[in-house]
């Protein structure tokens, strides 16, 4: 079965940086469109980055654009997340998930990790 697993996740003080993975198995990963969403308690997930499975070009939300550097190895089938200047509203739990066709809408997407910890300290 699909299995997205989401790793480097932890506290940071605002202005540093953390790298997140997500390691996927049982789908062909070249083939899947890979985001990154985030979600705190009470509100909505929200989308992050999407890194598309043809030919590797990503999307941004505003919110992180110029902070934030999605990356895919397909060989490797792991996609990345490069966080930098954290600041205090990044403090979610940061999801990785697949979807075939689907860009910034988390209905989109079939497969979700179990999220991982971001925590930025101020």
């Known amino acids: 079965q699909v299995q997205l697993v989401e790793s480097g996740g932890g506290l940071v003080q605002a202005g540093g940086s953390l790298r997140l993975s997500c390691a996927a198995s049982?789908?062909?990963?070249?083939?899947?469109?890979m985001g990154w969403f985030r979600q705190t308690p009470g509100k909505d997930r929200e989308f992050v980055a999407a890194i598309m499975g043809s030919g590797g070009s990503a999307l941004y939300a505003d919110s992180v654009k110029g902070r934030f550097t999605g990356s895919r190895d397909n060989a490797r089938n792991t996609m990345f997340l490069q966080m930098n200047s954290l600041k205090p509203e990044d403090t979610a739990v940061y999801y990785c998930a697949a979807s075939r066709f689907g860009a910034r809408m988390p209905e989109y997407y079939d497969y979700w990790g179990q999220g991982t910890q971001v925590t930025v300290s101020s």
């Open positions: 049982g789908l062909s990963f070249y083939n899947y469109n």
